[in-house]
Structures are given as structure tokens and as C-alpha cells.
């Protein structure tokens, strides 16, 4: 099963920081996870994809916070890691941890709870 746990996220005044986290525990699952990322939605918006790492290493990020935000991750910890700086206002979302699962025969996406991110004077 895998399950995706995750932590930080708050409120922020514009400017300021805040690190998010993404545990993943994936014990006795047929999936092997090749990347993960955070994606972010915003009340009447789409979700949109904010960072993503694969398991080669290679990341992308959305191009509004290019720059300001900072994926990592731990392998030894299976925790993904969102630095974000110089926060907006409009950055202001629930952030969900996503991870891509593959196995021989199935592809699945796995999510997380979601965190309120908040960036507000």
C-alpha cells in the first residue's frame, strides 16, 4: 500500500517561507514509485502541477515559481521536500503530494491529503 503523508504548510505573510514535506510509505505495494511531485489547487482554479522530481533526478517546475521554489528529496527517508520562498499571495492553495506508481502492468497516481498553504499580509 502505498500512502503518501504529508506535513508544513500554514500561513505566511508575502515574502516568507515554508517547507513542505511528503513521506511516503510503501510497504507491500506491487508499485514502484518513479517520481514525485506536489500539485497545488486554488478555490475555482484547476489543479495545477507545481514540481515534480523522477527517480533519475530530473525536476520540473511550473513557471511561476521558477526560481522560488525548491524540490529535494531523501531517499533513504522516501520523503519528497517542497522549499518554497519569496511566497505570493497567489501561491496561496491547498498543496497535495502526488506520486506516480508503475507496475509490470498498471500505472496508478497516488495523493496526498492536501495542505493549506496561505500567503496573506
Known amino acids: 500500500q502505498v500512502q503518501l503523508v504529508e506535513s508544513g504548510g500554514g500561513l505566511v505573510q508575502p515574502g516568507g517561507s515554508l517547507r513542505l514535506s511528503c513521506a511516503n510509505s510503501?510497504?507491500?505495494?506491487?508499485?514502484?514509485?518513479?517520481?514525485m511531485g506536489w500539485y497545488r489547487q486554488a478555490p475555482g482554479k484547476l489543479r495545477e502541477l507545481v514540481a515534480i522530481?523522477?527517480?533519475?533526478?530530473?525536476?520540473d517546475y511550473l513557471d511561476s515559481v521558477k526560481g522560488r521554489f525548491t524540490i529535494s528529496r531523501e531517499n533513504a527517508k522516501n520523503t519528497v521536500t517542497l522549499q518554497m520562498n519569496s511566497l505570493k499571495p497567489e501561491d496561496t492553495a491547498v498543496y497535495l503530494c502526488?506520486?506516480?506508481?508503475?507496475?509490470?502492468?498498471?500505472?496508478?497516481?497516488?495523493w496526498g491529503q492536501g495542505t493549506q498553504v496561505t500567503v496573506s499580509a
Open positions: 502526488y506520486a506516480d506508481g508503475r507496475s509490470t502492468w498498471y500505472k496508478r497516481d497516488f
Open positions: 510503501n510497504s507491500g505495494s506491487i508499485f514502484r514509485i518513479i517520481a
Open positions: 522530481i523522477r527517480s533519475g533526478g530530473s525536476k
